[in-house]
């Protein structure tokens, strides 16, 4: 149950308004500096990788069709994407655009045709 | 220059489809297994922290006014951004979804009323 | 308790012959590739900047006077160095030697005539 | 090439020693606050892992016959090692003694004869 009158987000600029609000009615803004959140964010990656490190690749591919592990990779992404969204609304950045940008830079330094399947520095 | 007649993707789905999309083109799902874009994810998030780890928490706020030390962060927050929407889509995991109900769960173990401003284990 | 007859270690080559045991004693030499001890690491130190993320940097000076706390971080702080020494041990790697190389060229890159007090890419 | 009249360390309180001077010698105590070098850590192994992210498990058993990716890895683990050991020293933390006694509580919450090749949660 999240706060009250709140309907489910559908984008992530909901969802950034959404953890705004979260943060402002608990006065955490302040604890919110970027420094904060980059540790907070990587803290969460850090658990993240924790479900996954002792599977095969094989096993990996596998995860969601074991409900338990399903269950705790959903929840670790899913803080992973909060303070991920928390961070880029914080510095006024658009994380879409921001991403699809950096993409175009990675499309022109690794163009398909010259890059397919080969093992090089694979990127992204 | 992103690969032809691409559009910007404005949404997680359209950014996520995208990313399949240059996957394929190079053939790099082979090497796109959950475990992997975990430890690309990780990888990315420790750049976006090297950028910020000798900064005060003051100067992480006002890291925007910085146009080199700006463009660096969200670059990186687009790296970072790129994988775990790839890792999601990957897994069939809904990027605001997964955080949404999260942060429900969270919300409901720091009622706003009972944790205002409070230094304790604040999340998120 | 630690398994019978082990002394405690004195020195990281003593310390990697106790985890080369352990990992014996338990049949998860198989676990424990680079890749997956990689992870590992990073998990740890997940959960390092976890206890670290909402501390003001004066706060994390004086962290080592709340025993909770402290115990804590000093917890942690083993963990990563557990599965440190386990990924040099594994790859033949000399962690001292390793450090002391860096830091050899790091110092030719940074000399300390030249960077003194400068708030430049500060390392290490 | 070091600083002069430096000996190459041959122990983790040497190395500690070694860098502390490095420090000072360039004035960077202020900014090697507990905070500040647990993310330069977390650089750091997200630096390794990048290292490491494309390598099947096999691959990454053999990484050190492949002479740059060898020498490359060396290098991160050695970066890691210097913010280990500057964060440790910094806190008053020795790093052996803190990972073995990581090392007794795992034994015990680990018996051999219980977890023998168990693929259950394997630590360390």
Chains 1, 2, 3, 4 share one sequence.
Do not use: C
């Not at 999240?2 to 950034?16: C, F, G, I, K, W």
């Not at 990656?45 to 591919?61: H, K």
């Amino acid at each position: 149950m999240r706060d009250s009158d709140d309907r489910s987000p559908q984008t992530v600029a909901e969802l950034a308004e959404q953890l705004r609000r979260f943060a402002e009615d608990r006065e955490w803004q302040q604890f919110h500096t970027p420094k904060n959140l980059a540790m907070a964010l990587a803290g969460e990656v850090g658990e993240l990788l924790a479900e996954l490190q002792w599977l095969t690749p094989e096993e990996s591919v596998r995860l969601m069709t074991d409900p338990g592990l399903a269950g705790r990779v959903r929840a670790e992404i899913g803080d992973v994407m909060i303070y991920l969204t928390r961070m880029a609304d914080v510095l006024g950045i658009d994380l879409v655009r921001a991403a699809d940008d950096k993409l175009a830079e990675v499309a022109q330094r690794y163009p398909a045709d010259r890059t397919r399947g080969s093992a090089a520095k694979r990127r992204p």
